[in-house]
């Protein structure tokens, strides 16, 4: 399993990893961060950051063990946790995401990201959409962005190549591990109906790295 992990990974820049997490650890998990949203007065930016450093039952769904082989197979055994955030799309928190890669917004060594499905996810509540390969090629962030929702290092959709284009559409506890140079994107939540992600960030924690500091609850992977 590992083997081929780590060769879908190299060559997509991205691994499914279907139903990590049964449907009663997900439903916990998502009471969880409407407990912490609602305890934090969260506004309808659809981002929070810090799940783990708020809850010990993030701590442990980033730390799970399946995950975790899953990630020592792509970087080696020294994975260090950085930090987490729930991004939540319903019926007043809408719009999808531009077109980017995360690289942009950390710079350092390269990381990877797990996002998981707290519910299921088509195009019509905002799915990922995602460019197989790109994280080996170089380009460059020339979108604009004029509105308030963040990214603001995004790719103008005209660049991009709307023949590779793939959809990912997931049941809830399916994950996608992903290189921060992967182009990816998400539709708009068009249904009215919730979908949220949980999306964690891990590093091989032999690279060096600056101080970050949305990185404070950071801890090696057993």
């Known amino acids: 399993m590992t083997d081929s992990i780590k060769d879908i990974f190299d060559t997509q820049g991205y691994v499914i990893v279907k139903q990590l997490f049964s449907e009663e650890e997900i439903d916990r998990l998502k009471t969880e961060a409407k407990d912490i949203l609602s305890r934090n007065a969260v506004d309808g930016s659809g981002v929070y950051l810090g799940l783990t450093a708020a809850s010990p039952l993030f701590k442990e769904a980033a730390a799970a063990p399946r995950l975790s082989r899953a990630l ?25 995401s531009p077109w980017h890669q995360d690289y942009s917004y950390w710079h350092g060594s390269h990381k990877l990201s797990v996002w ?10 905002g799915c990922l959409r995602l460019v197989p390969g790109s994280h080996n090629e170089t ?30 559409p997931a049941a809830k506890g399916d994950a996608l591990v992903f290189h921060d140079l992967l182009l990816h994107a998400s539709y708009p939540n068009v249904s009215g109906a919730d979908r949220w992600a949980l999306i964690s960030t891990y590093k091989d924690g032999r690279q060096p790295d ?7 609850a950071a801890f090696a992977l057993k």
């Open 116 to 125: 998981i499905a707290l519910d299921d996810a088509t195009p019509e509540n």
């Open 210 to 216: 600056p101080d970050y500091s949305w990185a404070h």
């Open 72 to 96: 020592k197979a792509i970087l080696g055994d020294d994975v260090l946790f950085l930090s987490d955030k729930i991004v939540f799309k319903n019926a007043s928190t809408d719009f999808g």
């Open 139 to 168: 380009v460059t962030h020339d979108g604009e962005a004029p509105d308030d929702k963040g990214f603001v290092y995004r790719l103008d959709e005209a660049n991009i190549d709307a023949s590779r284009i793939v959809d990912f």
